[in-house]
């Protein structure tokens, strides 16, 4: 291997990095929204809207996101007269919204289920505390349900978002210039895809870790219950002499 190319390739595909972060954040952003809905939805016991967010989750967890992101990019392109005559063209024709679409469709699939399962592993007996106490309804769910919930769910959604920034890579079939768009093009000028594909590896591991030391240092803030108490020295008995 030519390591002073790989140098050289690891410059070059720094710059795509912000758009991946971009692309990863915005979408775990809009998903999470949606996500909370699909779950609220869920657990509403109104069987229309439950059968509603299963059916959608059982689509987007089931259909590959390669196939998703064709459908909306490519497929939804098919109906360009109808998209122009309600004014949403202009949204669809752009590869940037395309992939945000996307992917924040198919994230809020799968952080749906992590959502909701957060929310039912909130102890029924602090609920109970909190309404013997006097709260209920929204302030209930600020308070008690929603911090507990967070802190059960955030694991599961850190690997949800570590897959999100990995699922970015998917969006260079629509013209995008992130890593590994830029990747892409540099293979086809130089034709040493070993080299090149290794410093993408590597950039993407840089960004995985350090998103999961982010998660774990939340983690350990959000659950002070969990962490070990400081030693207590036992006083030095007074020596009389």
């Known amino acids: 291997m030519d390591f002073e190319f790989m140098q050289d390739t690891f410059l070059r595909l720094l710059s795509g990095v912000p758009l991946t972060l971009n692309l990863a954040f915005t979408s775990v952003a809009f998903g999470a929204v949606f996500a909370m809905l699909l779950a609220l939805m869920r657990m509403s016991g109104v069987k229309v809207l439950d059968w509603f967010a299963r059916a959608y989750v059982f689509v987007f967890r089931g259909s ?45 699939a799968y952080a749906s289920e992590i959502i909701r399962g957060g929310l039912q592993s909130v102890p029924h007996q602090q609920v109970e505390a909190a309404r013997a106490c006097g709260m209920s309804g929204f302030l209930l769910f600020r308070r008690i349900v929603f911090p507990i919930a967070v802190r059960q769910a955030l694991p599961a959604y850190g690997s949800e978002l570590i897959l999100m920034v990995k699922a970015t890579s998917l969006a260079s079939i629509i ?6 768009g830029i990747a892409a093009k540099l293979i086809s000028q130089t034709f040493r895809a070993v080299e090149v594909f290794v410093v993408a590896g590597v950039i993407y591991l840089i960004l995985n870790f350090t998103i999961t030391r982010i998660i774990m240092a939340i983690e350990w803030w959000l659950s002070p219950h969990l962490r070990r108490p400081p030693a207590v020295k036992p006083a030095l008995e007074a020596v009389h002499v």
């Open 175 to 180: 013209t995008m210039m992130e890593v590994t």
């Open 64 to 108: 590959p996101l390669l196939v998703q992101i064709f459908l909306i990019y490519y497929g939804l392109g098919q109906f360009r007269p109808t998209l122009q005559e309600w004014g949403l063209w202009t949204f669809f024709r752009e590869p940037y919204w395309c992939a945000i679409l996307a992917l924040t469709l198919n994230t809020a």
